[in-house]
């Protein structure tokens, strides 16, 4: 059993406690899913009852009860987080080095962990080399290998495509049957009815409800809207698409990519012979996790190198300096964004060098907190946001610059509904003022709804889809 009876808990730096007076009670084997805002304090919770809090993070804590399994495994929102050796084999003969098993049987339960997750590397393989989404199922494949008694997963699929998350699941679900299992999940269409029991939280950090996923979907759905949850009926919700009217890509202010080979290290990702993006565009690229997708974005950025060339506004695009003088760059890691010490700080410093006012700079500030709901953290350290309250923050400051091309990178990975919905009006506007928004994504309903054009890349080449001319 899990159990926690009056947790109260507080940020150093908060304004408010996370928890207050929180109990909980978990049976042995049970399926639980967490819902909640972004900001509630699930991943916390998470944290709490597998003994990380206080254990490895100190944080200001106090219970009149709280009891662990502390034969338990967890999956991070980021996976990078849980990471200790360089490469692949290493880190998972590493789990089985902890559990005493013998040197000569590591390679072949290796191999079956890393079946298990569909995650193709070989004994070389080093891990900051790999996609966010094969981190992912790096995670979960050493999950696999701890042979937890209770397992706990903060968004284990989160940075995984469609069929990735799907087939995930199924294996996930088949292993579970003798696991106490404690969920942190948005895209919960492939759990929803695989699940005990539905625990809702408000943005206090309470449990406002408390029952199987059918009375909580049929009594609850109201709330589950109210406090931005996703839910089968959660898009009925979202903001209407734009009409776009298709335009011709003037080559005075685009990108053009001519003859790209997208590579990483020595590895090939993609074969791009033309690339042509213009002024007021919503451009998606989906494609299967590892295909190349962030390492276009960060070619485009002049960060990785490539074969072929790349001209903006007419000219040659070769250094860093040059791309970021019409390009921003929101990473999957919203963490390697951050300059300063606090949220308010992080998006001020954009307008305070742009605008001649400091009330208009302070003005816009506000405005941008307010409208990503980041008004409340705004005296804190960015690093001890929420994944979902860094994700907000790191698209603010984006969308807080001047650039013509605002390239995204999973930025809706770990948002509520709310959260997810005001961003897409956020960039309908841009699109509408002339910003061109690139967003690689695996949301298929952000892919069908809004975008000017749908780009997959997939098997080494960019293809257009819905008959798009400009790949």
């Not at 759990?191 to 939280?201: A, G, K, S, T, Y």
């Not at 309470?206 to 839910?231: F, K, Q, R, S």
């Not at 962030?294 to 506004?313: H, P, R, V």
């Amino acid at each position: 059993m899990i159990a926690t009876k009056n947790l109260r808990l507080k940020y150093p730096n908060g304004q408010k406690k996370i928890f207050n007076d929180l109990s909980l009670q978990i049976e042995d084997k049970e399926k639980v899913l967490l819902l909640g805002p972004s900001g509630s304090g699930k991943s916390t919770l998470l944290n709490v009852l597998s003994g990380i809090v206080p254990n490895l993070i100190d944080l200001p804590i106090k219970y009149d009860q709280l009891e662990i399994d502390t034969s338990c495994g967890v999956i991070f929102q980021d996976p990078d987080s849980q990471f200790c050796m360089p490469k692949v084999y290493e880190e998972l003969a590493f789990v089985l080095e902890n559990l005493q098993v013998p040197k000569e049987a590591m390679h072949t339960r290796i191999v079956e962990a890393l079946a298990a997750v569909d995650l193709d590397v070989d004994e070389h393989q080093y891990i900051n080399q790999l996609s966010g989404g094969m981190k992912q199922k790096l995670a979960i494949a050493e999950t696999i290998l701890q042979q937890a008694n209770t397992l706990f997963l903060d968004e284990p699929t989160a940075m995984l495509d469609v069929e990735s998350t799907a087939d995930l699941w199924y294996k996930i679900k088949a292993l579970w049957q003798d696991q106490t299992v404690l969920i942190v999940e948005h895209k919960v269409e492939h759990i929803w009815e695989h699940v005990d029991r539905v625990i809702l939280m408000n943005y206090d950090g309470a449990i406002i409800a408390d029952a199987a996923p059918t009375t909580i979907l049929n009594e609850y759905e109201h709330l589950l809207t109210e406090y931005g949850v996703w839910h089968p009926n959660a898009w009925q919700s979202a903001p209407t698409p734009m009409s776009y009217t298709a335009t011709d890509v003037d080559e005075s202010d685009a990108f053009n990519g001519r003859n790209l080979l997208i590579k990483r290290g020595k590895q090939a990702l993609a074969d791009i012979p033309s690339l042509k993006i213009g002024q007021g565009e919503w451009i998606t690229i989906t494609g299967p996790n590892g295909s190349g997708k962030t390492s276009l974005l960060e070619s485009m950025m002049q960060l990785i190198k490539y074969d072929g060339q790349m001209f903006i506004a007419g000219q040659t695009l070769t250094k860093i300096k040059h791309a970021a003088k019409y390009m921003y760059l929101v990473y999957q890691n919203p963490e390697l964004q951050f300059i300063t010490h606090s949220v308010y700080e992080e998006i001020h410093i954009q307008y305070k060098y742009q605008l001649r006012s400091s009330q208009e700079a302070e003005a816009q500030t506000q405005n941008m907190l307010k409208t990503l709901n980041l008004e409340s953290v705004q005296s804190q350290h960015p690093y001890e946001l929420s994944v979902g309250q860094k994700r907000r923050l790191s698209v603010a400051i984006a969308l807080s610059s001047t650039a013509n091309f605002i390239l995204l990178d999973e930025p809706t990975f770990g948002l509520d509904s709310h959260n997810t919905f005001n961003l897409i009006k956020l960039f309908q506007q841009r699109v509408q003022n002339g910003q061109t928004i690139i967003m690689v994504t695996h949301d298929p309903e952000i892919i069908s709804r809004y975008p000017t054009r749908k780009l997959r890349l997939v098997d080494h080449h960019l293809e257009a889809l819905v008959g798009d001319s400009n790949v």
